[in-house]
């Protein structure tokens, strides 16, 4: 596999359940990133991880939880969630936390509903 | 004045038109610059990079204009293909803006 690999493309969740967003990068970049994007909005960023490190939390509200174990892996923990949190979850990735010399690599998404 | 402001459109182009439209970025110290391309619920994809020389690949050309602090895109000969929202990358020292990005629409 190449690219940015991210599942489930779909997931519609109650407000009491827990779920977990997968994304995997087959690029060998040192960053990713966890985007949200909602209809009619600009691109959110959520979370970014350097080297296994989260290095930005753009005030994101704890029932978003991310988890880096390694380069090659992002989740966001969901948890408790709101129906306004429906959105297109994208992850992405780069060479490293500037964006490197071509910028992000952005998985499919998974688009998100929470009923 | 926002980070990075595109006009949301939609521009509306007969097909084999040619089309621009700008990117507004407000740090001047921003050092590189990109236009993506998304299609409608699906990802965004890097169409190109712009350089301070200007750049073209087939069909599109982008500028950067440091004085005045905006980059631009132009797409000669549209196809119905083109039709997407364009989003405008900034990147300065430790972060990257998006646009809201630019719809396009080309009309057969």
Redesign the interface.
């Known amino acids: 596999e190449t690219g940015v690999t991210q599942t489930p493309r779909h997931l519609v969740m109650g407000m009491t359940n827990k779920k977990s967003l997968k994304c995997e990068q087959h690029l060998g970049h040192n960053a990713m990133y966890w985007y949200k994007q909602s209809a009619k909005?600009?691109?959110e960023?959520m979370f970014v991880y350097s080297l296994e490190e989260r290095v930005?939390n753009n005030s994101v509200p704890s029932r978003f939880s991310p988890e880096c174990p390694n380069s090659s892996h992002l989740f966001l923990h969901l948890h408790t969630l709101q129906p306004e949190d429906s959105a297109?979850y994208?992850c992405a990735s780069s060479q490293d936390?500037?964006?490197g010399?071509?910028?992000?690599?952005?998985?499919?998404?998974t688009?998100l509903t929470v009923v | 004045r926002k980070e990075v402001e595109q006009d949301p459109g939609p521009f509306n182009v007969p097909e084999g038109a040619t089309v621009a439209f700008n990117c507004t970025y407000s740090n001047s110290a921003s050092q590189s610059f990109f236009w993506y391309r998304q299609d409608c619920r699906k990802e965004p994809k890097l169409l190109m990079s712009v350089y301070s020389s200007g750049n073209e690949d087939g069909r599109f050309t982008a500028q950067l204009n440091r004085a005045s602090q905006y980059i631009s895109l132009l797409i000669r000969d549209s196809k119905l293909s083109d039709s997407a929202t364009y989003l405008c990358v900034v990147k300065g020292d430790d972060k990257i803006i998006f646009g809201k990005g630019t719809r396009l629409h080309i009309l057969p």
């Open positions: 909005k600009p691109l960023l930005e297109l994208l936390r500037t964006g010399a071509y910028g992000y690599t952005f998985g499919s998404g688009r």
